[in-house]
């Protein structure tokens, strides 16, 4: 969510003038798009921050001022104590006021100088109505495109910050995200992932009076309508809001990418309620069967903690024995980090460092061997894959997999942002390699064609 957030405070910056640089060093408004999940994510900021302070002391023996804002949830979650920490930092806001940003770089902007306290600025608010309804028409080169549909939480999971970083949840109105979704394709875009702290959470009104509420399926199922767009992915979703009708559009949805990414956290029923999962172990894998049952290509990643308070060999034991039963085929897995003002971080029993560790590197073995035996798996297969990249050789373009594995291909420059079927014919544990499955061979002949010409 953080990378369409930093593009939609691009995008709210246009207006004024300003277009986008890689330069840090031509930048005059750096903004630093934060993470507040975890402690290591957090402490980025401040060493990134040193980054920008010396180049706004150097740009200012030149007579150039930069404004430097802090957004995301870490500025949400310390907004003072970035203020007092960093003093070169101009702004300070929170995830769900950067429509107000050009009002805060032009206000810096005219106190620059002054160096008084007034002159900085910390926003934090969470206004009532959303930032949605202020951002300008997206717009983007890119032929995957993320777009948020639900933001927020009201889950509290006793290790989350998320509830109090972004707040209550809040889904957006159909008509907008279809919007939104037409507007993307008009610019290229032919796969968009839904995104959402708790995506199948989504409750969505339509503007059309009397037309009641939108669940996720059935915003999935309107999103499908539009004939250009090829394929549909959602995340971050959570099993208890896995409704019967969201697991049927799995079956039914041809433009739904066979893939699921559903954080189950850990394999023990004593750490999921004391985490608040509101989800035991065989919820979770009733809803993958069920899951299974509609669509027997699907495949499952998944996101899990270690360590988290009072977590016992045998409950560890347990998540391993998860592990083991569910053909995940990717999966993110995290120390527990206790996270100031979520109720685990003042539980008793707080696993030590190295406990951690040790049962990371363990859980982290299994999970790996599982993702290179489904990449093995892969080789010999065809699948489609949209070239929306290039690749990491010369040569190579790269798109990702309908399960999310990233595919590398030696192919025209002039492919991409195509959809191709690819045989995979090698596996890497974090990729996979591949050629055209059926290459038009007029194409070949039109390339060798043009060249001679
Ligand atoms: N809404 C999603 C998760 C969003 S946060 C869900 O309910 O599953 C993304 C992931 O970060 C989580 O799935 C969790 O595995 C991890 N995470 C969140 N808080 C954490 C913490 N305090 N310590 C370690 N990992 C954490
Ligand atoms: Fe955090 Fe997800 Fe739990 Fe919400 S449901 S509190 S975002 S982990």
Redo the contacts with the bound molecule.
Sequence with gaps: MNVYDSRRMADVLIPLGYSYTDDPKKAEVVILNTCHIREKAAEKLYSELGRYANIKEKRKTKGRTTVIAVAGCVAQAEGEQVLRRAPYVDIVLGPQTYHRLPQMVTRALSKEGENSKSARILDVDFPVEPKFDYLPEVKTEAFSAFLTVQEG?D???TF?V??YTRGAEYSRPVEDIVSEARQLISCGVKEITLLG??VNAYNGRWHSVGSGAASLAQLLYELAKIEKLELLRYTTS?PADMTDELIHAHGELDKLAPFLHLPVQSGSNDVLARMNRRHSRDDYLRIIDFLKAENPNLKLSSDFIVGFPGETDEDFLATLSLVAEVDFVQAFSFKYSPRPGTPGASMENQIPEEVKSERLTQLQALLMSKQRRFNEACVGTVMPVLLDRPGRNFGQLAGRSPYMQAVHVTAPADYIGKRVNLKVEAAFTNSLGAVFADTPLSFWSEKLERNDG
């Design positions: 939480c889950k509290f999971c989350c998320v509830p702290q708790n959570h």
